[in-house]
């Protein structure tokens, strides 16, 4: 895909171009902690992107319409496009001024930015972006001499040349692909997926998260029935499942939400809805996302949040095939309705999405939820007073009596022990749940 407007030659000025963009380059203090780096380090390299930015604006604003050689519009996107997002080297005004080259380039080009991105993905893919995440023979032969020592591991992953010798190589990448239509994205699907496979393989949640997001993007542009020809479906899900299994802390959190939306994401896309095989990768990604992750990662609140922000959605996806893993979804469920969170501005929605998450169990184990009637009416109550005590009647508290009202329906027979402890108890703020009922019609 190329601009057949844009001349062939390298006028002077490009010449000057690309000696600019050589000043851009993301300097290697930013592969440092920020400990190790002085504040006149940054001020001075802050100083000089924000005056060469300025002049490489100025040249391509001198720059006659379609003169633009492929090679300098290239370089420009490449390494202009490491500073499009919220990094260590990039600012606000940093942002603004790579925006403005960007429209300007088009404005030259008489094309939009997208559809100039579009024009160039291949080649930027091929040229810029596929040399850095090749496999360096070098690190792959002492990686294999040394494999099981957890430094060696490290260096193979540190001293990858995406990472190590152009920083800033995988904010450029994601920004291509999220600027690019789908069209352009799956025409370059075979250059797009070996450095999305290098991300989620990375050693660094933070690769691994941008890798499964930009693999979601992906996926509403690819050949599905290419990706099972090609075993890549596999893959996929293979990658994707390793990512469940990070659950201990909040930047974890982050990985595992994008893998759980992008795996169901996947599954859904590539297989018949209802068939064999999608029910056993719904199933497999139930058990290891969300029963393993309560069970394992539970204790930490921002990975139980992110499990009950999924929760809904997989049990209404699985109907009442939920039902046989109901003891240990009952279990972590009310153990979430319990926690004294809602001073917490995530804790009321970690609360309601829980909260929906027994109505949809009780809608669909109707049944059977008599054995578990005790424990969930105890839950309900304790956040019913966490819920009054701290501001009265919303949202949350309506969803609660509405469940309290949809249980007393099916089990009310067991409701009359709570009931006369409630009435004796005398407090205004159980007075709506002394007639179950009713109670939705106040």
Same mark, same amino acid.
């Given at each position: 895909?190329?601009?057949?407007?844009?001349?062939?030659?390298?006028?002077?000025?490009?010449?000057?171009?690309?000696?600019?963009?050589?000043?851009?380059?993301?300097?290697?203090?930013?592969?440092?902690?920020?400990?190790?780096?002085?504040?006149?380090?940054?001020?001075?390299?802050?100083?000089?992107?924000?005056?060469?930015?300025?002049?490489?604006?100025?040249?391509?604003?001198?720059?006659?319409?379609?003169?633009?050689?492929?090679?300098?519009?290239?370089?420009?996107?490449?390494?202009?496009?490491?500073?499009?997002?919220?990094?260590?080297?990039?600012?606000?005004?940093?942002?603004?001024?790579?925006?403005?080259?960007?429209?300007?380039?088009?404005?030259?080009?008489?094309?939009?930015?997208?559809?100039?991105?579009?024009?160039?993905?291949?080649?930027?893919?091929?040229?810029?972006?596929?040399?850095?995440?090749?496999?360096?023979?070098?690190?792959?032969?002492?990686?294999?001499?040394?494999?099981?020592?957890?430094?060696?591991?490290?260096?193979?992953?540190?001293?990858?040349?995406?990472?190590?010798?152009?920083?800033?190589?995988?904010?450029?990448?994601?920004?291509?692909?999220?600027?690019?239509?789908?069209?352009?994205?799956?025409?370059?699907?075979?250059?797009?997926?070996?450095?999305?496979?290098?991300?989620?393989?990375?050693?660094?949640?933070?690769?691994?998260?941008?890798?499964?997001?930009?693999?979601?993007?992906?996926?509403?542009?690819?050949?599905?029935?290419?990706?099972?020809?090609?075993?890549?479906?596999?893959?996929?899900? #293979?990658? !994707?499942?390793?990512?469940?299994?990070? &659950?201990?802390?909040?930047?974890?959190? =982050? /990985? %595992?939400? +994008?893998? @759980?939306?992008?795996?169901?994401?996947?599954?859904?896309?590539?297989?018949?809805?209802?068939?064999?095989?999608?029910?056993?990768?719904?199933?497999?990604?139930?058990?290891?996302?969300?029963?393993?992750?309560?069970?394992?990662?539970?204790?930490?609140?921002?990975?139980?949040?992110?499990?009950?922000?999924?929760?809904?959605?997989?049990?209404?996806?699985?109907?009442?095939?939920?039902?046989?893993?109901?003891?240990?979804?009952?279990?972590?469920?009310?153990?979430?309705?319990?926690?004294?969170?809602?001073?917490?501005?995530?804790?009321?929605?970690?609360?309601?999405?829980?909260?929906?998450?027994? #109505?949809? !169990?009780?809608?669909?184990?109707?049944? &059977?939820?008599?054995?578990?009637?005790? =424990? /969930? %009416?105890? +839950?309900? @109550?304790?956040?019913?007073?966490?819920?009054?005590?701290?501001?009265?009647?919303?949202?949350?508290?309506?969803?609660?009596?509405?469940?309290?009202?949809?249980?007393?329906?099916?089990?009310?027979?067991?409701?009359?022990?709570?009931?006369?402890?409630?009435?004796?108890?005398?407090?205004?703020?159980?007075?709506?749940?002394?007639?179950?009922?009713?109670?939705?019609?106040?």
């Amino acid at each position: 895909m190329s601009i057949t407007s844009i001349g062939p030659n390298y006028p002077t000025d490009h010449a000057n171009g690309l000696e600019l963009l050589k000043r851009l380059q993301v300097p290697a203090l930013f592969a440092r902690d920020v400990e190790e780096c002085s504040s006149t380090e940054y001020d001075e390299f802050f100083a000089n992107v924000a005056t060469t930015f300025k002049e490489l604006l100025e040249l391509i604003k001198r720059e006659p319409a379609n003169t633009l050689s492929e090679h300098f519009l290239d370089q420009v996107i490449f390494t202009c496009s490491r500073y499009l997002g919220e990094m260590p080297w990039s600012t606000q005004s940093i942002r603004n001024s790579v925006t403005a080259i960007f429209y300007q380039l088009g404005q030259n080009l008489d094309l939009s930015v997208t559809a100039m991105i579009d024009s160039r993905l291949e080649d930027i893919l091929e040229q810029q972006f596929k040399p850095l995440f090749k496999r360096d023979p070098r690190l792959e032969r002492d990686f294999q001499k040394h494999r099981g020592r957890k430094t060696a591991t490290q260096d193979f992953y540190e001293n990858q040349a995406w990472k190590s010798n152009f920083i800033g190589a995988v904010t450029g990448f994601r920004w291509c692909l999220q600027t690019a239509t789908s069209t352009a994205l799956s025409h370059c699907q075979d250059l797009i997926i070996p450095p999305l496979l290098t991300l989620i393989d990375d050693f660094d949640i933070r690769y691994k998260v941008i890798g499964v997001e930009l693999l979601d993007l992906l996926l509403d542009c690819v050949d599905t029935l290419k990706l099972r020809k090609l075993g890549l479906d596999r893959v996929f899900y #293979e990658a !994707l499942t390793s990512c469940l299994t990070y &659950r201990s802390n909040a930047v974890e959190a =982050d /990985l %595992l939400s +994008a893998a @759980l939306d992008t795996i169901l994401h996947l599954v859904n896309q590539v297989y018949p809805q209802d068939s064999k095989e999608w029910w056993l990768k719904i199933e497999d990604i139930f058990l290891n996302g969300i029963i393993d992750g309560f069970s394992l990662g539970g204790d930490n609140i921002a990975i139980r949040s992110v499990i009950i922000q999924k929760a809904p959605l997989f049990l209404d996806t699985m109907g009442t095939f939920s039902v046989q893993y109901l003891a240990p979804l009952v279990k972590e469920l009310t153990k979430t309705l319990k926690l004294p969170i809602l001073d917490d501005p995530q804790g009321k929605d970690i609360h309601f999405k829980t909260a929906q998450s027994i #109505e949809i !169990l009780i809608k669909i184990a109707w049944p &059977r939820i008599h054995d578990y009637c005790h =424990d /969930l %009416l105890t +839950a309900l @109550l304790v956040v019913w007073v966490n819920v009054h005590r701290n501001g009265g009647m919303d949202n949350l508290s309506q969803l609660l009596l509405h469940i309290y009202t949809l249980l007393y329906t099916i089990c009310g027979d067991q409701f009359q022990h709570e009931l006369d402890t409630l009435r004796k108890l005398n407090d205004p703020i159980f007075e709506p749940l002394l007639n179950p009922t009713l109670a939705e019609s106040r």
